[in-house]
């Protein structure tokens, strides 16, 4: 597929709040693999690593493009307080485009992104500790 191989990279990261926010970082690469990185109010703390299955990733490659996720906003914001961001970015023929979602204002389609990413994460193949590089 050739617009998998124009995304190399795709991250998203989640900052904290005043509740229990969960706050973690991940970043996939083309191949599957995977860097994720818990800090507060998730299951994994710490540095963990994985695989994600193919399919699923071309999915999620081909949802990106769908989206016109290049097209969208740098920023979403409202006034609210107490929100937790979220930062997702993404790595299109060497070039990074990174999205501020402040308490899910933004539009639904950035919404589903960051939802289908947690998703692979849950459905991910996670290796021990004692196999990262």
Known sequence: MAQRQRISEIGLRRTECYGKCPV???VIQADGSFLYTGEKHVQRLGKHTGKIRIWDLNKLIEFIIEI???NLEDSYFNSQTDHSTAYTYIVLDGQKKE???YGDSGPSVL???EELIDMLLSNAE???ANEME
């Open 24 to 26: 973690y970082r991940v």
């Open 68 to 70: 016109g996720f290049m």
């Open 99 to 101: 999205i501020e979602n």
């Open 111 to 113: 919404w589903a992104l």
């Open 126 to 128: 996670w290796l021990p």
